[in-house]
């Protein structure tokens, strides 16, 4: 839901080890990109790198059909163009959505680990920073940021 207040795409890279979610906004000012661990994943079978592009707001309504207790498998069928998203629940009805992945050849992924950060000021909306904290409550009840000595990076 607060993607879709930037674009109505999301840029999304999975690599062996994990998968990151991108958003900037149409005027290139605002980035939003998170990082998630193939730890907090059940299964993770990645072999290489891929970089795809969606629609948001159909990302949203498909994952709005799923209760929090569902477990959910993304497949990607790049031969046909297509994130597969199913459920996984025993005793229960199957659900299985495809959406049509978006042309991503005018996008550069940006890695925002060398943006330069001198003199770096953040501002967000509170409304805003409350719905992206809440809406990570679903993976964890916790939330760590850490900032290390000698460097300008949030993790």
Known sequence: ETFKNLSDLIYIKITTENINFQVIDNIKI????????????????????????????????????????????????????????????????????????QDTSVYNWININTLNSNNLKLSILSKTLYTIISELNVFSDYLTIKKYKNSNTLE
């Open 30 to 101: 605002s980035i939003l990109n998170i990082h998630f661990d193939k730890k907090y994943f059940d299964i993770f079978d990645v072999n290489n790198t891929d970089y795809f592009c969606i629609n948001i707001n159909d990302f949203t309504k498909i994952l709005k059909n799923f209760s929090k207790m569902n477990t959910i498998i993304f497949q990607l069928i790049q031969e046909h163009n297509i994130l597969s998203i199913t459920s996984n629940i025993e005793n229960s009805i199957k659900k299985n959505f495809k959406i049509n992945l």
